[in-house]
């Protein structure tokens, strides 16, 4: 089991920037790939970025590149996602998820390729 638990998130203007965590307190995450999701109440799990266990690569849904990015250290065991020129449609909650990566180059773009999620974090943006 890999406990995950993201922080960071809150209300903010539209513009503005907000810096997310996922940080593994138990076990090391580099044998993981790492992804962030959201999800509003309603609808489906969004994919917003994937990093690979490395942290060598990273990908992003269209709607977000440019403005955000993924980074991760692992000596800390921490994913982050660097939020930056927010809208308000960005709101809603934020998820990391963990993902047990043989091919190290490897990025998972399905909720249903993770193994391990963590509680979500909200993000408002208000216009």
């Known amino acids: 089991q890999v406990q995950l638990v993201e922080s960071g998130g809150g209300s903010v203007q539209a513009g503005d920037s907000l810096r997310l965590s996922c940080a593994a307190p138990?076990?090391?995450?580099?044998?993981?790939?790492v992804g962030w999701f959201r999800q509003a109440p309603g609808k489906e799990r969004e994919f917003v970025a994937a990093?690979?266990?490395?942290?060598?690569?990273?990908d992003y849904a269209e709607s977000v590149r440019g403005r955000f990015a993924i980074s991760r250290d692992n000596a800390k065991n921490t994913v982050a996602l660097q939020m930056n020129s927010l809208k308000p449609e960005d709101t809603d909650i934020y998820y990391c998820?963990?993902?047990?990566?043989?091919?190290?180059?490897?990025?998972?773009?399905?909720?249903?390729?993770?193994?391990?999620w963590g509680q979500g974090t909200q993000v408002t943006v208000s216009s």
């Open positions: 998820a963990a993902k047990l990566s043989w091919y190290s180059g490897s990025l998972y773009y399905e909720p249903n390729k993770y193994d391990y």
């Open positions: 138990e076990r090391p995450l580099n044998p993981y790939a």
């Open positions: 990093i690979t266990r490395s942290g060598d690569a990273a």
